[in-house]
C-alpha cells in the first residue's frame, strides 16, 4: 500500500508565498515522475510542474518563473515552492508519483491540500 499526503497549503494574499509538500510512504521500490496538478472550481484538473527520477522538470506556463518544483529522493518528498502568488492560482494542489511497489508499477494521488489566494 502507498500513500501520498500533501502539506503546507492556506490562504495568502497576492504576492506571498507557499510551500507546498508532498510525501509517499508504503511499499515503495522506486519514484519515477512526480508532480503537482491542481484544479479550481468548475475547471479540469491541470498539470502544474513535474519532476523526474534525475532531476527533469517541467512547468505549466502560467506558473513558469514563479514556481519551483524539487524532490529529495531519501525523504520520498516533493516539494513546490509557489512565490508571486496571484488570485487565479487558488485551487485544490495534488500531489501524483509514479511509483514502482514489489508487486506493480502505477500512478498514485494525494488528497488535496486547499491553497487560497486573496486580491
Known amino acids: 500500500q502507498v500513500q501520498l499526503v500533501e502539506s503546507g497549503g492556506g490562504l495568502v494574499q497576492a504576492g506571498g508565498s507557499l510551500r507546498l509538500s508532498c510525501l509517499a510512504s508504503?511499499?515503495?521500490?522506486?519514484?519515477?515522475?512526480m508532480g503537482w496538478y491542481r484544479q479550481a472550481p468548475g475547471k479540469q484538473r491541470e498539470l502544474v510542474a513535474g519532476?523526474?527520477?534525475?532531476?527533469?522538470?517541467n512547468y505549466a506556463d502560467s506558473v513558469t518563473g514563479r514556481f519551483t518544483i524539487s524532490r529529495d529522493n531519501a525523504k520520498n518528498t516533493v516539494y513546490l515552492q509557489m512565490n508571486s502568488l496571484k488570485p487565479e492560482d487558488t485551487a485544490v494542489y495534488y500531489c501524483?508519483?509514479?511509483?514502482?511497489?514489489?508487486?506493480?508499477?502505477?500512478?498514485?494521488w494525494g488528497q488535496g491540500t486547499q491553497v487560497t489566494v486573496s486580491s
Open positions: 501524483n508519483a509514479n511509483i514502482r511497489t514489489w508487486g506493480s508499477i502505477g500512478d498514485y
Open positions: 508504503g511499499s515503495i521500490v522506486s519514484i519515477n515522475a
Open positions: 519532476i523526474f527520477s534525475g532531476g527533469r522538470t
